[in-house]
């Protein structure tokens, strides 16, 4: 993990973890207590850094989009980096470990979406509550890109409430288990790669294969968070029994690897249906039912799925912070060891042959 540079944390045991825990849990509370800035946020800036790559990149050619995601995701990755080592060297090991706090959480909080995800989705609820269809059509396109104007009031309803369970994933989870594993350059560059196929990554004649190489990527990015969402979707949903035998039995129908567990979870959770027909940008497309059992999405729905969610990201953060704690013990009780029979190798290695030991043994 990033941050190993740190005098410190190489003799301090559970330093780098601290640091973790602590910017991780101020940085997601950030995110509860101010959410995300109308202007001048972090990732809109990324956003528009990668439209001048695509620019002067874009050829239809998966090799030229590769390279675009090579250079924005690896550019962001780098710039990370050089901010760790910058937090890392500033002053004494006391200076550098709360530099190395405060970067960690600022880069939480830029990265995660919780709260704007939940204000979005709420948004949209109160205009269906209130009959305001075309209102809740005009907010659809802040969460999700279908196509607002071929869907009805519970098809909006559902649409939202898929989108909730996906990017609780994609802007929660998926970004929390990366920082759990790669400190700050982790939340960076899942940040990075799934803005990059959100911009890029779709099926449509401009990016089809210019694209391909940023929605690989974050399928991959993406696959550890999505199952981890499930999980706690399970673990924290009014019905676990049956958010888990809509996750095992419904998930692999899902045209998305990575949106398949979570909306299947999360409608077992939820104990309503998912999937079905929907359209984008004039594409139609006819899913597999998720939890088929279930009945149709509520309005009222909107406001669970918010709230399971939250419980789900504070359940998220929980298991990265312990996760990252055992994992360091482990390397810790596991370094120990090997240090331990290396010393007694080298003592052994030291004893003239012939020679006897305290014990007389030749």
Known sequence: MPGSGVSAMRGGGSAAERIFAYG?????????????PRRGHPVAAFGRAAG?????????HRGWGALHTLVCAGGAVGLALLATRAAEGMGGARAGRTASVALTAVATWSVVGGTSLGREARAIGSALDAGDIELARERLPHLCGRDPQSL?????????????????????????????????????????VNTLDAMVGH??????????????????AGWPGARLTAALAVLAGDDPR???????????????????????????????RLGGTLAYGGRVEHRPVLNGE???????????????SRRVSGLALAACVAGRFAYGAIRRTA??????????????????????DRWGRG
């Not at 001048?52 to 239809?60: C, G, P, S, Y």
């Not at 099926?203 to 974050?218: Q, T």
């Not at 567990?261 to 309503?272: H, I, K, T, W």
């Open 52 to 60: 001048a790559v695509e620019r002067v990149l874009w050829h239809d």
């Open 152 to 192: 009805d009031g519970p098809e909006m309803a559902r649409a939202v409430v898929e989108s909730v369970a996906e990017n609780t994933s994609d802007a929660v989870v998926g970004a929390l288990l990366w920082g759990a594993v790669a400190g700050v350059p982790g939340l960076v560059g899942f940040r990075a």
């Open 203 to 220: 099926k449509s004649a401009v990016y089809r294969r210019f694209g391909w190489a940023s929605a690989r990527l974050d399928d991959l």
């Open 294 to 308: 279930g009945r149709p999405v509520r309005t009222t729905d909107i406001e669970r799925a918010v709230r399971l």
């Open 24 to 36: 991780a849990t101020a940085g997601l509370l950030g995110d509860r207590l101010f959410a995300d």
């Open 242 to 272: 049956g958010a888990l035998r809509a996750a095992w039995r419904d998930a692999r129908k899902h045209p998305s690897p990575n949106a398949g567990p979570v909306e299947a979870s999360f409608a077992g959770a939820l104990g309503v």
């Open 335 to 356: 370094s120990g060891s090997a240090s331990d029979s290396a010393s007694g190798s080298g003592a052994a290695a030291r004893t003239p042959i012939g020679s006897t």
